[in-house]
């Protein structure tokens, strides 16, 4: 094989490497093409998945001040909760001196 026969095997391979490129390029761009309906059907589901991210974010504020609400009821219940049963404590503990000092007035 001499030099100009290697040059015309090599231009050949480069141009059926070409070819096929360009036909792999457009097979794959007329199997992939998205037509003008594909489209706005995109667009909606788009817009749908938008609308769908807003009331998942607006739940979750909603759900974080319920839980924040609910919280500071809790504290604030459990506060008037202690504050009852020092009160019931209290009061038992009066009673519990009225009765011991009615036993010793009713012993004498």
Same mark, same amino acid.
């Given at each position: 094989?001499?030099?100009?026969? %290697?040059?015309?095997?090599?231009?050949?391979? %480069?141009?059926?490497?070409? %070819? #096929?490129?360009?036909?792999?390029?457009? #097979?794959? *761009?007329?199997?992939?093409?998205?037509?003008?309906?594909? #489209?706005?059907?995109?667009?909606?589901?788009?817009?749908?998945? *938008?609308?769908?991210? &807003?009331? +998942?974010?607006? !739940?979750?504020?909603?759900?974080?001040?319920?839980?924040?609400? #609910?919280?500071?009821?809790?504290?604030?219940?459990?506060?008037?909760?202690? !504050?009852?049963?020092?009160?019931?404590?209290?009061? +038992? *503990?009066? !009673? &519990?001196? %009225?009765?011991?000092?009615?036993?010793?007035?009713?012993?004498?």
């Amino acid at each position: 094989m001499n030099r100009i026969e %290697l040059i015309i095997a090599t231009a050949i391979v %480069l141009f059926i490497a070409f %070819l #096929m490129g360009w036909f792999t390029h457009w #097979m794959i *761009h007329r199997f992939v093409r998205v037509g003008n309906g594909d #489209m706005s059907d995109l667009d909606t589901m788009a817009q749908q998945l *938008h609308e769908a991210e &807003e009331q +998942r974010d607006q !739940a979750i504020t909603y759900y974080q001040q319920r839980e924040a609400e #609910m919280s500071n009821q809790q504290t604030q219940t459990e506060a008037e909760l202690r !504050a009852a049963m020092e009160g019931l404590r209290e009061a +038992r *503990h009066e !009673a &519990e001196e %009225l009765r011991t000092y009615v036993e010793r007035q009713n012993a004498e």
